[in-house]
T-cell receptor, first 111, second 114 residues
Framework: KNEVEQSPQNLTAQEGEFITINCSYS?????LHWLQQHPGGGIVSLFM???GKKKHGRLIATINIQEKHSSLHITASHPRDSAVYIC?????????????FGEGTQLTVNP | KAGVTQTPRYLIKTRGQQVTLSCSPI?????VSWYQQTPGQGLQFLFE???????NKGNFPGRFSGRQFSNSRSEMNVSTLELGDSALYLC?????????????FGPGTRLTVL
């Protein structure tokens, strides 16, 4: 079993829909990261969080440390949100900034 | 402020050759991490360098090595290339390299081994 599990693996939505991507992890962590990867490979860091909730524009990320679970929400989705969203964690046992990744969620938003 | 840069962006090699990839972090960042991304294995951690010292190493064979220079630029080397080394190689930099620092990714080097 992977240390980081994401669901769903694939998600298709209509423009304007509210989207949720889930991430569960099985190890104690220092931080959890949500990343976005567009075709061509470039990865952008969306959020880094260790507790609570963060919001940036239409994106909201939450984390429940006790339940080892995080969610990424996209409100009023738009075709430009189409990308792969990746959850990654830095385990407690790790020194430094080593990341362990989930498999990613391929999001397609249709106009 | 310039982002993380990686060179070259694309590379084609044949089995048995060796390759060196370069990563220049954001100015002021001292930590550089390297990751391999393949369709089958996803994103996997290769190694991390901080202040010219390798701080963490992933589960890759000794053919994969790296180093960091005093200006924080980093290189990774893969010797005796195998077909399975075909992948997107990403580097990421962070300011202090501790677990709660945001990482900034470069555009990647796409390596194809024939």
């Amino acid at each position: 079993k992977n240390e980081v599990e994401q669901s769903p693996q694939n998600l298709t939505a209509q423009e304007g829909e509210f989207i949720t991507i889930n991430c569960s992890y099985s190890v104690g962590i220092s931080a959890l990261h949500w990343l976005q990867q567009h075709p061509g490979g470039g990865i952008v860091s969306l959020f880094m969080l260790s507790s609570g909730k963060k919001k940036h524009g239409r994106l909201i990320a939450t984390i429940n440390i006790q339940e080892k679970h995080s969610s990424l929400h996209i409100t009023a989705s738009h075709p430009r949100d189409s990308a792969v969203y990746i959850c990654a964690v830095t385990p407690f046992v790790t020194s430094g900034s080593r990341l362990t990744f989930g498999e990613g969620t391929q999001l397609t938003v249709n106009p | 402020k310039a982002g993380v840069t990686q060179t070259p962006r694309y590379l084609i090699k044949t089995r048995g050759q060796q390759v060196t990839l370069s990563c220049s972090p954001i100015s002021g960042h001292r930590s550089v991490s390297w990751y391999q991304q393949t369709p089958g294995q996803g994103l996997q951690f290769l190694f991390e360098y901080f202040s010219e010292t390798q701080r963490n190493k992933g589960n890759f064979p000794g053919r994969f090595s790296g180093r960091q220079f005093s200006n924080s630029r980093s290189e990774m080397n893969v010797s005796t290339l195998e077909l399975g080394d075909s992948a997107l190689y990403l580097c990421a930099s962070s300011r202090y390299g501790d677990s709660v620092n945001e990482q900034f990714f470069g555009p990647g080097t796409r390596l194809t081994v024939l």
